[in-house]
């Protein structure tokens, strides 16, 4: 319990208070629920420091007759380092406490408290890893991906990466032969946007990173603030087809900046994840036995030897999966079979950490693809933290090592244990 002035209860002297306890005063002032006459006074010194470099903050101490000179020192000392820890991290230079008692990193954060309530209340409903959440997060992709800096340098519109065009030229985004079915979750997020004070880009990136926090395993993806209005829509033709080549794959996504490996990171995505439009007579039929879970299970079942189609087979875009109710897109089969791609995508079996880092750093270069980093405000603080994962790497039942088609010509695929029981179908993402 920390009394409601951490900086005078403490019982060392505080002129030789060294970094470490600097460091847990941080941690404290980022975690404490404070009492009001001491949220205060905090608060008002975080701003005072901000504005000045520590020095007004005089006013504020000296007004509070019980602190001596040399308590005030060290004060002064503590709120220095933590004003530059804040810097450190980037673009934050304000803690504050919002209205409704919850604080965050920067003032300006507040405002996505209460739209992080009503989604995960009324687009979430009530914070699930259902179809909304799958649904929003291919949305920050859609979004995002329309980003073409080798269109810029022929002298035409690029695109203007994650700005929400996709929301506002609706009309036009939402036709685009890539864009089946998105039109859905567009709609869905309209009137939140309308309702709050948030432009489309923020939200559709905010409401990703909120929805994946509800999937069991998912990293806490960053979440920057602060992107402007679209201008223009973006270009057709940006967007990757599951029918496209890796060869046409890798160069789209290497115009938008990313790698192979971080094309790879990028598709754990597709672990929450099912297809409506792929085979229209299946909707929700998803791309593993897991897709409420955040897990490695994508990276196993992708690579199980291609038996069957789930519904009428014949879809542009899909090749045979291993299992009754589970579809596999053309383009993830490849990918986990190309010589540049396979052993990055078998790396992330049975490895939740690399699963969730390597994910959350793509992401964060995804989800400010036309902006610069340091015009946007940190309010990852903002975004709930997942639950662990739940589940533990397994073969499906009645499958076994037999049926992986080995890609990675270096390492051999990890050994993992076989679900108990006969081949099982895997159920459909129930709409919601
Ligand atoms: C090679 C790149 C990619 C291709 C070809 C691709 C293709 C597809 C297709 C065809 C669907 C099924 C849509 C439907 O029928 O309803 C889908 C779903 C999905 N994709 Fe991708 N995708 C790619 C990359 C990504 C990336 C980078 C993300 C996110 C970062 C993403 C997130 C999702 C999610 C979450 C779904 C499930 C949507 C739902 O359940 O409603 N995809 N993707």
Request: aromatic share 8%; glycine share 8%.
């Amino acid at each position: 319990m920390i009394g409601p002035r951490p900086w005078v209860a403490s019982s060392s002297p505080l002129g030789t208070v060294q970094s470490a306890r600097d460091a847990d005063f941080e941690r404290k002032l980022q975690t404490r629920p404070y009492a009001s006459a001491g949220r205060r006074r905090v608060y008002k010194l975080e701003r005072d420091d901000e504005q000045t470099s520590g020095h007004s903050s005089l006013k504020a101490v000296n007004a509070d007759s019980v602190v001596s000179f040399k308590m005030f020192k060290a004060l002064v000392s503590f709120a220095v380092v933590a004003a530059s820890l804040q810097f450190a991290n980037g673009a934050v230079i304000r803690r504050a406490t919002c209205s409704d008692g919850r604080t965050t990193a920067n003032a300006a954060c507040c405002a996505l408290f209460p739209i992080l309530d009503d989604i995960q209340a009324n687009l979430f409903d009530g914070g699930e890893c259902g179809e909304e959440v799958h649904e929003s997060l291919r949305l920050t992709f859609h979004d995002a991906i329309g980003f073409s800096p080798a269109l810029t340098a022929q002298g035409k519109f690029g695109g203007g990466g994650a700005d929400g065009s996709i929301v506002v030229f609706s009309d036009t985004e939402t036709v685009f032969h890539a864009n089946g079915g998105i039109d859905d979750i567009v709609d869905a997020q309209k009137p939140f946007i309308a309702k709050h004070n948030i432009t489309p880009g923020d939200f559709i990136q905010f409401a990703g990173a909120v929805g994946v926090s509800n999937c069991p395993g998912a990293p806490q993806l960053q979440f920057l603030f602060g992107r402007p209005a679209p201008v223009q829509a973006s270009p057709d033709l940006l967007i990757p087809e599951p029918f496209d080549s890796v060869d046409k794959i890798l160069a789209r996504f290497a115009d938008a900046g990313f790698s192979p490996a971080e094309v790879v990171a990028l598709l754990a995505s597709h672990t929450v994840a099912a297809a409506d439009h792929v085979d229209p007579s299946i909707p929700g039929t998803p791309f593993d036995s897991t897709p409420g879970h955040f897990d490695t299970q994508f990276f196993i079942e992708t690579q199980l030897r291609g038996t069957l189609f789930p519904g009428t087979g014949g879809n542009q875009g899909e090749v045979e999966s291993p299992l009754r109710g589970e579809i596999r897109l053309q383009s993830d089969s490849e990918l986990a079979r190309d010589s540049r791609t396979a052993c990055e995508w078998q790396s992330f079996v049975n490895n939740q950490a690399k699963l969730q880092n390597s994910f959350k750093a793509a992401m964060a270069k995804l989800a400010i693809l036309g902006h610069s980093a340091n015009t946007l405000v940190d309010c990852s603080d903002i975004i709930p933290t997942p639950k662990p994962a739940d589940s533990a790497a397994h073969l499906p039942a009645g499958l076994s090592h037999n049926d992986i088609e080995q890609a990675c010509a270096t390492t051999t695929f990890p050994t993992l244990p076989t679900d108990p029981g006969p081949v099982t179908s895997v159920p459909a993402v129930p709409p919601s």
